[in-house]
């Protein structure tokens, strides 16, 4: 059954350094989000992708985030220089035109 | 603010009862809901989507949904310890080209054996 994965499973970084997660998206899907959740918190939006380019961003994806679909395959989420509160864990999903989003494993991202 | 609201629980269950799970959502214009499964340290999990008003069964879960009340429902039949996780409720609004969800903080069951 296709799934959703992700790179790396854990990344532990420095405060002020710049992380890249990625993602490979289920190879029919054409809609992309990324999510995250800090730890004992609900799950939250941070940006839909269609198209080659953001179709939403909530108000957590500042000028620190960025997407990228580089290629066919790989969909990643760039935080140019991360803070503290950015620890928390990023689930990438992929959706068809219908609604069902299926999420990846996560990347667990420690800053210290 | 458009929040989906849900019990924390934990909602304790015998090993062969039926779980009852329940959701709020404050947007009038959503469409689409959905249940995830989350094991602590996993990822959602997604095990039943409903689109209209009324019940729509996939084995041993139902799940229930009355836009009119704007309320939405997970019924667990023949509950076994292994369905022991957080049940996330999930509230797609629709605004322009996105399908973003709005999840609520999960109800945490737990089957005992």
């Known amino acids: 059954e296709p799934e959703v994965t992700q790179t790396p499973s854990h990344q532990v970084t420095q405060m002020g350094q710049e992380v890249i997660l990625r993602c490979v998206p289920i190879?029919?899907?054409?809609?992309f989000y990324w999510y995250r959740q800090i730890l004992g918190q609900k799950v939250e939006f941070l940006v839909s992708?269609?198209?080659?380019?953001?179709?939403?961003k909530s108000e957590i994806f500042d000028d620190q985030f960025s997407v990228e679909r580089p290629d066919g395959s790989n969909f990643t989420l760039k935080i140019r220089s991360t803070k503290l509160e950015d620890s928390a864990m990023y689930f990438c999903?992929?959706?068809?035109?219908?609604?069902?989003?299926?999420f990846g494993p996560g990347t667990r991202l420690t800053v210290t | 603010q458009k929040e989906v609201e849900q019990n924390s629980g934990p909602l304790s269950v015998p090993e062969g009862a039926i779980a009852s799970l329940n959701c709020t959502y404050s947007?009038?214009?959503?469409?689409?809901f959905f249940w995830y499964r989350q094991y602590s340290g996993k990822s959602p999990e997604l095990i039943m989507s409903?689109?209209?008003?009324g019940d729509k069964e996939d084995g041993r879960f139902t799940a229930q949904l009355n836009k009119a009340s704007q309320y939405v429902s997970l019924l667990i039949r023949d509950s076994q310890p292994s369905d022991s996780a957080t049940y996330l409720c999930?509230?797609?609004?629709?605004?322009?080209?996105?399908?973003?969800?709005?999840f609520g903080t999960g109800t945490l069951l737990a089957v005992q054996p």
């Open positions: 999903a992929s959706s068809e035109p219908a609604y069902e989003q299926y």
């Open positions: 947007d009038r214009v959503s469409q689409s």
């Open positions: 409903i689109y209209s008003n």
């Open positions: 190879s029919n899907h054409l809609y």
């Open positions: 999930a509230v797609n609004i629709h605004g322009g080209a996105t399908n973003k969800l709005i």
């Open positions: 992708f269609y198209n080659n380019e953001i179709s939403e």
